[in-house]
């Protein structure tokens, strides 16, 4: 993917599909090159800020309810009693405050490898950092993929892998070795979400090898539930979850349906993106 700018418009553009998405700018609000990425935050004249790492959209401030429900409220839903949350990526801090609308839920862990993220967030989208002072939230900054090999066995309860796509620095969040050692530092009961990109574009190539390599991890069940997200590649995205000793097809659902406040999730879009379309099926099955 790549991405230009003119004077008015950020194009991101995706080669392999011959296809763009474009957002008109009004400013731009932050420039900063990390140790590992490039982080830009644009005003958008009709979506609010937007944030791009290596010229790659990572949310907006009019859509990312979308993609944070979905990776956050599915997972924790699926566990019988979820209390120990770790989150790999998310620096953004979205994804934190979702699994903190969860009583239950006594500490949640935040593992980003880029703290400029999160300072970008503080400043540019005050209102995904709100939760962030809530005694349960943890926010450590640190690679990923090194934090789980050092994790103790058995000892979370719901894994979200909420990254950029699978290159640079997230490349090894994608991996069949990472997944064989989330498997191990979960419960047994234990739920894994990762993003799993474009079902549109991805469902015979990513989606279907993230699938195959979570089997192959050791995880003894898969769903991926796709959903809206406009200002991702075809407009359309998934995430997909795993269990260890654990059914993903079934959830919650009359507690999926006292949660209240949200824009998108509920149980019966839940129960909704548990059915795949046959297009879909026909390619994770091929
Ligand atoms: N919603 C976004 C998407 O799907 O495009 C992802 C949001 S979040 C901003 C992605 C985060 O993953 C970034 O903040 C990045 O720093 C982090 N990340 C990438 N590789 C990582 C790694 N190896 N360990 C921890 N965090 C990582």
Same mark, same amino acid.
């Given at each position: 993917m790549s991405s230009t700018l003119d004077e008015h418009w950020f194009t991101e553009t995706f080669a392999d599909e011959g296809s763009a998405f474009s957002l008109e700018i009004t400013d731009k609000l932050l420039d900063v090159t990390s140790p590992y990425q490039h982080l830009e935050v644009y005003a958008t004249r009709t979506y609010g800020n937007l944030m791009v790492l290596d010229g790659c959209v990572m949310l907006t401030e009019r859509d990312n309810f979308l993609y944070h429900e979905m990776i956050a409220h599915p997972a924790l839903f699926t566990h019988r009693d979820p209390r120990r949350v770790v989150i790999i990526g998310g620096g953004d801090c979205g994804t934190l405050r979702e699994v903190l609308r969860h009583p239950g839920v006594e500490q949640v862990t935040q593992i980003d490898i880029d703290e400029e993220v999160t300072k970008a967030a503080e400043r540019c989208f005050p209102a995904l950092t709100e939760s962030n002072d809530d005694p349960r939230a943890e926010l450590r900054f640190a690679d990923g993929v090194k934090w789980v /090999? /050092? *994790?103790p066995e058995a000892s979370i309860d719901v894994l979200i892998i909420d990254s950029t796509d699978p290159v640079g620095p997230a490349e090894g969040l994608f991996k069949v070795d990472f997944l064989a050692r989330c498997q191990r530092i979960l419960k047994d009961g234990g739920v894994l979400v990762q993003q799993s990109e474009s079902p549109l574009y991805h469902s015979g190539s990513i989606i279907r090898e993230l699938r195959r390599d979570m089997l192959e991890a050791g995880f003894d069940s898969v769903a991926t539930l796709p959903f809206p997200q406009p200002v991702y590649p075809s407009g @359309? @995205?998934?995430?997909t979850l795993a269990g260890k000793g654990s059914n993903v097809s079934d959830f919650r659902e009359t507690d999926a349906d006292d949660l209240t406040g949200l824009e998108y999730y509920s *149980? *019966?879009?839940?129960r909704g993106a548990l059915s795949l379309p046959p297009f879909m099926?026909?390619?994770l099955d091929s």
């Amino acid at each position: 993917m790549s991405s230009t700018l003119d004077e008015h418009w950020f194009t991101e553009t995706f080669a392999d599909e011959g296809s763009a998405f474009s957002l008109e700018i009004t400013d731009k609000l932050l420039d900063v090159t990390s140790p590992y990425q490039h982080l830009e935050v644009y005003a958008t004249r009709t979506y609010g800020n937007l944030m791009v790492l290596d010229g790659c959209v990572m949310l907006t401030e009019r859509d990312n309810f979308l993609y944070h429900e979905m990776i956050a409220h599915p997972a924790l839903f699926t566990h019988r009693d979820p209390r120990r949350v770790v989150i790999i990526g998310g620096g953004d801090c979205g994804t934190l405050r979702e699994v903190l609308r969860h009583p239950g839920v006594e500490q949640v862990t935040q593992i980003d490898i880029d703290e400029e993220v999160t300072k970008a967030a503080e400043r540019c989208f005050p209102a995904l950092t709100e939760s962030n002072d809530d005694p349960r939230a943890e926010l450590r900054f640190a690679d990923g993929v090194k934090w789980v /090999e /050092e *994790a103790p066995e058995a000892s979370i309860d719901v894994l979200i892998i909420d990254s950029t796509d699978p290159v640079g620095p997230a490349e090894g969040l994608f991996k069949v070795d990472f997944l064989a050692r989330c498997q191990r530092i979960l419960k047994d009961g234990g739920v894994l979400v990762q993003q799993s990109e474009s079902p549109l574009y991805h469902s015979g190539s990513i989606i279907r090898e993230l699938r195959r390599d979570m089997l192959e991890a050791g995880f003894d069940s898969v769903a991926t539930l796709p959903f809206p997200q406009p200002v991702y590649p075809s407009g @359309w @995205w998934s995430v997909t979850l795993a269990g260890k000793g654990s059914n993903v097809s079934d959830f919650r659902e009359t507690d999926a349906d006292d949660l209240t406040g949200l824009e998108y999730y509920s *149980a *019966a879009i839940h129960r909704g993106a548990l059915s795949l379309p046959p297009f879909m099926q026909r390619l994770l099955d091929s």
